[in-house]
């Protein structure tokens, strides 16, 4: 087996409602933080102003920046980070689902070191961030299942140039803090928490199937899909069910923490290739594509299917290690099914007109060097068109 580094800088705080002490977790990074969140429907809920309270009461002066939408780039970043330049922020808050805690990290990256963000959205040093000055301290504070923000080594930002996503790499803006709250993903639409928690569960196959599975990876996404497979369907009955909120924000950390010293696969980077040319919510499209996907790996992967057959409660007793390996594949189409995830790519609005500019994204990640079986730019395509 090859050297593996496993590094994990990051203090993790989790319990059901904790986020109202935030201040008393973070007050050793400073006394002025800039909070970056998606602003409207957290101020409804009063979310950001019990999160400022705690804050305040730890004598740490906010900065709130909560214009970050779907639309959000490169541009975006550049405009929160001269915000907290302005007041000398010591540290950034991210506080929301994917797109916050993407945009906090590329923040603090811009708040210490000379340039605008998209100068460092560069393909030099394997996507690897140059940077000569340590980012600002930053806090995952995640609203959603599936950000792998709470032990993150990098970001994807759209580049306001040319429109396309780009992920940096660097253990410089892993989260110094991560509090996960699991009330917090209790606002969350029925949609929303479906196509997310099976989200977690693409990441989790992905993760156990990639070349740079190892014992600490494998350990961590396995355990994640089991709670996942025990609470998912209950939850999508009972969405106010805090004790299965718990356990899906467990597996969901359990994922990321997977994440850190793994790689993910085809769909991680599918659906931000996606995301570059389409408004189509990445974990909805990644549920929808598991099961093409895993069809497609399911010749080299047919011996770890099997596990996961095992772990969604299929009997696999006195059957070949393929037949095992379909009943898996079958039993996450049918979690899509039953959670009214829609099959067809072309029923959730993909338009299949823009395939060359979706591949110049998707053909950037590295995560492409570890899927378990290779997928050329024509198979790809076929792919698409056959769940379209």
Known sequence: ???????????????????????????????????????????????????????????INILVFDEVSAASNSDTVDIAASLAKSVRCDFIIGLGGCKVQNIARA??????????????????????????????????????????????FGFVIQDKHDDMRKKMYSEKVCPAVSIVDPALC????????SSSGLMVLAYCIELYTSRYSN??????????????????????EEPD?????????????????????????????????????????????????????????????SGKYVQLARIFGEDVKDITVLEAAIKA???????VANFNIPAKLSDLGFRNTYFDRLYAVFSRFEENNYVPREITKDELKIIIEQAY
């Open 107 to 152: 923040i603090s990256v811009i708040c210490t070191n000379e340039g605008e963000s998209s100068d460092f959205l560069s393909e030099q040093d394997g996507y690897r961030l140059n940077i000569a000055t340590t980012p600002l301290p930053v806090v995952s504070i995640p609203t959603s299942y599936g950000t792998l923000s709470e032990t993150g």
């Open 186 to 193: 209790l606002t969350l639409p029925k949609k929303i928490l």
């Open 329 to 335: 594949v079958e039993k996450v189409r049918m979690y």
């Open 215 to 236: 014992p600490v990876s494998d350990a961590c996404a396995l355990r994640a899909m089991e709670l996942i497979s025990s609470t998912l369907g209950k939850i999508i």
């Open 1 to 59: 087996m090859a050297a593996l580094l496993y590094n994990f800088p990051t203090k993790i705080y989790f319990g059901e409602n904790i986020a109202a002490e935030a201040g008393q977790y973070t007050a050793h990074l400073g006394n002025k933080a800039l909070l970056v969140t998606s602003g409207r429907d957290f101020h409804t809920s009063g979310l950001i102003e019990k999160i400022c309270s705690s804050l305040k009461k730890s004598n």
């Open 241 to 301: 069910n805090l004790k299965l909120r718990t356990t899906l924000s467990m597996a969901s950390l359990l994922c990321a923490l997977a994440a850190a010293c793994g790689k993910l696969g085809t769909l991680y980077v599918l659906s931000h290739a996606v995301a570059s040319v389409d408004t189509i919510y990445r974990g909805t499209l990644i549920s929808a594509m598991l099961p093409n996907i895993m069809e497609y790996n399911l010749t080299v992967s």
